[in-house]
């Protein structure tokens, strides 16, 4: 925030007051960031390329390099996404996903494994810094188990793109610093 917006953005970060920002998604994990010593907070929407790419850390990092945050101190909610119970990449692209936690990836051998975007949100937040303590979401950490709420599985209380094709709505997480 107070700077030129960039042509494309999954992440935002602020340390304005009264300022709400948000991260849409509707199987793509809203995921939002706090730093009550610093008050600043962000959001960011991690679709599986956006967490291929690094989306969650890379809103860290500006929060550190803009106000000084501390990574430690950072406080971070996944908001609801699809589950591996109903997601599936090519394998090449759940390789990636391999690479990161061999956990994220059942049936790594079928041309169509299924992909856990969660966990492996969580390992790279881990893996940079952020205490598993400050993570906060409501899956089931057995892997033998699905998500507590898949956004695909449960249409009575989540929109899913890939339950429901182009015609999907949005859930949005959002966030602010109060005065």
């Known amino acids: 925030m107070g700077k030129a917006q960039p042509e494309s953005y999954d992440g935002i970060v602020t340390n304005q007051t009264g300022v709400v920002i948000a991260a849409p998604g509707a199987d793509c994990i809203p995921v939002l960031f706090a730093d009550p010593v610093r008050k600043a907070c962000g959001a960011a929407h991690s679709g599986w390329q956006g967490t291929l790419l690094g989306v969650s850390m890379a809103t860290v990092n500006a929060m550190a390099t803009e106000y000084g945050c501390r990574v430690e101190d950072i406080l ?72 507590t709420l898949c956004t695909a599985c449960h249409p009575e209380q989540f929109y899913s793109h890939i339950r429901d094709g182009e015609n999907f709505g949005t859930q949005i997480g959002f966030i602010a610093i109060k005065d």
Do not use: W, Y
């Open 76 to 147: 971070v909610v996944l908001g609801p996404s699809v589950g591996p119970c109903c997601f599936t990449l090519p394998q090449e692209s759940a390789e990636q996903f391999h690479r990161i936690d061999p956990k994220c990836v059942r049936h790594l051998e079928s041309s169509r494994p299924s992909v856990d975007i969660r966990r492996a949100t969580r390992a790279l937040l881990e893996a940079g810094g952020i205490l598993p303590q400050n993570i906060q979401d409501d899956s089931v950490m057995d892997p033998s188990q699905n998500f």
